[in-house]
C-alpha cells in the first residue's frame, strides 16, 4: 500500500556513491571546476540514494553520511504543480528519512519518521510522490537520527508555473553548513557532559580587567557578580562552534575557496540556505549590497541590504549587481564569531577575495535575559523560587538598566511560588507585559523570560552597531497579498524552554520525550502562535507542511515563512491557517536542541473526525503534556473571538501548577 | 454573539462525548495517530515511541579524573585519584565517585573509598545524591551517604555528603570549587574541602567537630577540553582531636603540598 515496497540491492546510483568531494555534483561545483551557473533541470523522478561516503574537506579526509555520495546532495529541480516521484533507497545500516523542508506535501509524504511515516529502514526504497503549489528555494534533509550533521542535506528548487517576478541573469545555489570531524553523538554527549565544551570565547580575567578600566571596577564586578549570580554566561552565543566546525559553502571551507563568476553588469541570483545542524549565520559580501527578493522560498518586495542573519534551515533569495571588474568575498559568518566561510564571486573562475577578520565576539546583555525592562512599582513582588529571586532582585539593583516606567501598580501578585504565580494584568498592555509562566518547571527550566518584547526590528545578536545595513524580521513584506487575512480565532502561547547547564532543550518545560499530546489545531482554524523566547539564545523555530505568518506589522502582507528565529528574551507571533491536515513536526531547527527535546507536533484535526470537534482540542483535559499552552481554554475563549489581538486573555490567568 | 458561540460549543461537546467516547479514550493512549491510517498502527507505533525516545530521552555516560595527581610534600608522596563516573539521563543518574590515596615509597594504600549514588536532579543546579560509600582502606568500612551536588550562584562547584557508618558515626564533606580563567585554556582553580565529624572516632583518628580543611589551587592549562594537565599548591590543615591523633604519631597537623597531575574526562 501507498507506495511502500521493498527494494533490495541493484545499482540505482551507486556509482556516484564513493566519489568524494572530487565529483561534487555540478550545481555545487566552483566556476574552476566548469560551474558557470544553474542550469535549469527537467524531470519529475529522482532516484537519492542514501549511504555513507568518504569526503574530503579542507584538506581533510572525513567520512559522511548523505545522497547518492556527494556533500551536499543532489539539486533537486522541478516545476510548481508538477508531479515529482522520488525513490529514496537506505543504503545505511540504521534507519533513513528525507524531510522536503518548506514543502506543502500531504503529510504521510513529510517524511518525518514517528510522525508521518514509519521512516525507511535499511535496505528499503521509500518511494515519496506530490506535487506541491508553490516556487521558490527549500531544501531536503534526513529527519532520522544525527544525519543533518554527517552530510545529509542538499537543494531544492521549484520554478514557478507563471512568469517569475524575479529577473535575473544567471543563478548559483549556496548551501551553507557546518561540518565536524567529530561523530555527531560524541558531540552531544560532550554538550550533556559539560556544555560549554565547545566555547572557547568565555570572558577571562583580562576581560574583566578591561571591562574595570574603561567602566570602573564596582561596575565590572557588578555586571560580573550579576551574570554569575544566575548562572549563566553573556558568552552563550552558540552551543557548538569553529572549535569543531568546518564552516561550509557548497562542502567547501574557506581553504576549499568555492568561487562563481559573473560578467560585470549582470544581474545574479543567490539561492542561499542555511543547511547547518547547529550554525546561524551572518551573511554579507563586503563592498557589494544584496536585494533580498525571496524568503523561506516565498517572494518577498524586493529590499536592499548589507546583511542579514539566517537561522538554521531559513533561506535567502537575492539578487546581485557586481559591476566592478573584481572579486568579491561572500562571507557567512558563524555567529558566535567563532568561524567563518569565504567563497568567491568573481568576473573569471578560480579567484580567491581576500577574507574578513573574523569581528569581535558578541557579548549578550540584560535585554536578552528579557530583563531590560520597566520594572517601576514591582516591589511589591515577591517570589519564592530560588533562581527567581536572584534574577529580578539582584538584576533590579543593576546599574545601567534601561528602567522606563509602566502603570504597574494594578499588579496583583497572589503567589509566592514561581509555579503559583497569578498576575492580574488588567493594569498592562502590549508587548511590555510581564509575562506568565503557566508551564512546567523544575530541573529543566533554568530562567523564565520576565519583560520578554518584541525583537523583530532588530538584526540579531552581534550586529546592532554594524556600520551598514543589516535586515531585519520587521523590513519583510509579501510581494503577494496573503491570502488569508482573518484575524486568529485562537492564541497559542508557547515558551522556549531550556537549563543550559545541564543542556535540557524543551517546549514549555516539557521534553518532547515527555509530551503526552499534541497541539492541536481545527481544520479551517486561524490560530495565533505566541512564541516566548525564555532562554538566552536565539532558536529558529520550524513549522512543518505550512507557512505562517510572520506579525511583524505588515498588514495583509506579512512574510509567509517556515521557520523564524526567536531571539533571546523575544516575544513574537504568528498566524496559521489550518488547512493542512496531518500530523506536522514543529521543532527548533538546531539539531542539538531538538535531540535534547525542543520539539512537538502541531495535528490539524480534519473536520468531521471524532464529532467534528470545533472546539480547541483538550481544553479542558488536564491530562495533556502540553495543557499549559492553551491560553483561552478556560473562560476566554468566547472574547477572544471578539478580541483577538487583546493581551490580557493571553496573560490574565493562574497557573495550573 | 456570544452566547449564540457559547451555545453552539455546548452543542458540539455534548454531541462529541456522546458520539466518540471510545474514540477519545483511544486517542487518549498516543499523542498524535493520524499516520496510523495510512502506514497501519503497528509500524508507526514502534516510531512513534522511538521518535519521542530520541527526542529528549537520551542516557549519556560520563568518566573523569577530576583530580590525577602526585602530591608531594616534605614527609611523603601521596597519588591521589579522585574519579568520578555517571550513567543516565536528564533526572535520574547513577554516580560513581571514588577516591584513592596511595603510598609510592611503602607501596600500599593509604585510603580507598567508592560512592554509588542515585543522583536526582532537584532543581535546575542541584541533584540530591543518596546511596552507600564502601572503604577499602584503612579498613572495610560501609557508610549510607546523602549529599547535594550542584552549581552554586556565582559560579561555585558544590559537592557536600553526610556519611553515617555502619558504627554508627557521623561524618560530613563540603567541597568547593571556582574556575578563574586567565585564558580561554589557562585556568586558576581554587578548591576547598572541609571535613567535619559529629563526633571523635579514635579509630579513624578523627576528632569532632571540623577535623580537616584542605584548601589549594591548581593552574591547569586545556590542551582540549576533556585534557587538562595541572600544577597546584594545596594546605592541610587537622584540627582539635585530630590534630592530636596525628601529632601523636609523630605527623604534622598542618603541611604543604605541591601537586602535579592531571584532570581528563570522556
Known sequence: ?657 | MRQLMTFRAAILSCSALALVPSAIGEEGDKPWSQADDIWGEEAMAEARAEVLEKHGDIRSTYIQAERFELQSSDDEDVILLDGNAWIGGDINKLWIKSELEYLPDEGEFEEAEIQALWSRAISPYFDLQTGVRYDFEPEGLAHLVIGAQGLAPYLFELDSAAFLSEEGDLTARVEAEYELLLSQRLILQPRAEIALSASDIPEREIGAGVSQIDAGLRLRYEIKREFAPYIGIEWHQRFGQTADYIEAEGGESGEAVFLIGLRAWY
Open chain 1, 1 to 657: 500500500m501507498f507506495n511502500r515496497r521493498s527494494f533490495l540491492g541493484t545499482a540505482l546510483g551507486t556509482g556516484a556513491a564513493f566519489g568524494a568531494a572530487s565529483l561534487l555534483p555540478a550545481w555545487a561545483r566552483s566556476a574552476s571546476h566548469g560551474n558557470t551557473g544553474l542550469t535549469a533541470l527537467t524531470g519529475s523522478e529522482f532516484n537519492l540514494d542514501v549511504g555513507e561516503f568518504p569526503v574530503k574537506i579542507g584538506g581533510r579526509h572525513g567520512h559522511a553520511v548523505g545522497v547518492n555520495g556527494t556533500l551536499p546532495a543532489p539539486l533537486i529541480r522541478f516545476r510548481e504543480g508538477q508531479e515529482v516521484t522520488l525513490n529514496v533507497t537506505n543504503r545505511l545500516k540504521a534507519d533513513t528519512s528525507i524531510h522536503w523542508h518548506g514543502l506543502l506535501v500531504p503529510f504521510h509524504m513529510d517524511g518525518v519518521p514517528g510522525v508521518s511515516f514509519p521512516g525507511i529502514k535499511p535496505g528499503e526504497t521509500f518511494q515519496y510522490k506530490f506535487a506541491v503549489p508553490q516556487s521558490g528555494t527549500y531544501w531536503y534533509h534526513s529527519h532520522s537520527g544525527l544525519q543533518e550533521q554527517q552530510g545529509h542535506y542538499g537543494p531544492l528548487i521549484i520554478d514557478p508555473a507563471g512568469a517569475d517576478p524575479v529577473a535575473y541573469d544567471r543563478e548559483y545555489v549556496l548551501v551553507l553548513s557546518d561540518w565536524s570531524f567529530e561523530h555527531p553523538h560524541r558531540i552531544f554527549a560532550k554538550l550533556k557532559a559539560s556544555a560549554e565544551s565547545y566555547n572557547f570565547n568565555k570572558r577571562t580575567v583580562g576581560d574583566f580587567l578591561e571591562d574595570a578600566s574603561e567602566k570602573g571596577f564596582d561596575e565590572a564586578l557588578s555586571e560580573r557578580a550579576m551574570w554569575g549570580g544566575m548562572r549563566m554566561s553573556p558568552r552563550d552565543i552558540a552551543d557548538v562552534t569553529g572549535a569543531t566546525y568546518t564552516y561550509l559553502i557548497n562542502g567547501h571551507s574557506t581553504l576549499d575557496n568555492w568561487n562563481g563568476v559573473f560578467t560585470p553588469g549582470e544581474r545574479v541570483r543567490l539561492r542561499i540556505i542555511n543547511a547547518s545542524a547547529m550554525s546561524i549565520f551572518n551573511v554579507r559580501m563586503p563592498g557589494l549590497p544584496m536585494t533580498v527578493v525571496a524568503a523561506d522560498g516565498l517572494n518577498v518586495e524586493p529590499v536592499e541590504t548589507d546583511e542579514f542573519q539566517m537561522g538554521v534551515a531559513e533561506t535567502y533569495d537575492v539578487i546581485i549587481e557586481p559591476r566592478d571588474d573584481r572579486a568579491y568575498a561572500f562571507v557567512a559568518e558563524s555567529i558566535d564569531r567563532s568561524g567563518q566561510a569565504v567563497a568567491t564571486f568573481g568576473p573569471r573562475p578560480g579567484m580567491r577575495a581576500e577574507a574578513p577578520t573574523l569581528r569581535p565576539v558578541p557579548t549578550l546583555t540584560m535585554k536578552d535575559m528579557a530583563m531590560d525592562h520597566g520594572a517601576h512599582g514591582m516591589d511589591g513582588m515577591s517570589h519564592g523560587s530560588g533562581d527567581m529571586k536572584d534574577m529580578s532582585h539582584e538584576g533590579h539593583e543593576m546599574s545601567g538598566m534601561d528602567h522606563s516606567a509602566h502603570g504597574m501598580d494594578g499588579m496583583d501578585h497572589g503567589g509566592h511560588d514561581m509555579g503559583e504565580m497569578k498576575h492580574d494584568m488588567s493594569a498592562m498592555s502590549g508587548d511590555d507585559a510581564m509575562m506568565t509562566h503557566d508551564h512546567k518547571t523544575g530541573p529543566g527550566v533554568a530562567n523564565t523570560a520576565m519583560m520578554p518584547v518584541s525583537r523583530l526590528d532588530e538584526p540579531g545578536i552581534g550586529l546592532e552597531d554594524v556600520d551598514h545595513r543589516v535586515l531585519t524580521y520587521a523590513d519583510l513584506r509579501a510581494l503577494e497579498r496573503n491570502a488569508d487575512t482573518r484575524p486568529p480565532e485562537r492564541e497559542l502561547q508557547i515558551h522556549l524552554t531550556s537549563n543550559m547547564h545541564r543542556y535540557m532543550w524543551s517546549f514549555d518545560g516539557v521534553k518532547f520525550s515527555e509530551v503526552t499530546e499534541s497541539i492541536r489545531l481545527n481544520e479551517g482554524e486561524r490560530v495565533r502562535f505566541n512564541l516566548v523566547n525564555d532562554t538566552m539564545m536565539p532558536h529558529p523555530i520550524h513549522l512543518h507542511g505550512m507557512f505562517f505568518e510572520l506579525e511583524n506589522g505588515g498588514g495583509d502582507h506579512r512574510p509567509r515563512k517556515h521557520t523564524v528565529i526567536v531571539k533571546p528574551g523575544e516575544k513574537l507571533a504568528f498566524d496559521v491557517s489550518s488547512e493542512h491536515i496531518g500530523d506536522w513536526a514543529f521543532h527548533c531547527h538546531l539539531l542539538y536542541h531538538m535531540h535534547a527535546g525542543m520539539m512537538n507536533v502541531v495535528s490539524v484535526i480534519p473536520n468531521g473526525e471524532h464529532g467534528g470537534m470545533a472546539m480547541p482540542a483538550s481544553a479542558d483535559d488536564p491530562h495533556a503534556g502540553h495543557h499549559g499552552m492553551d491560553h483561552d481554554s478556560h473562560d476566554g475563549h468566547q472574547d477572544m473571538q471578539d478580541e483577538p489581538h487583546d493581551m490580557d486573555h493571553g496573560a490574565d490567568h493562574g497557573g495550573h501548577h
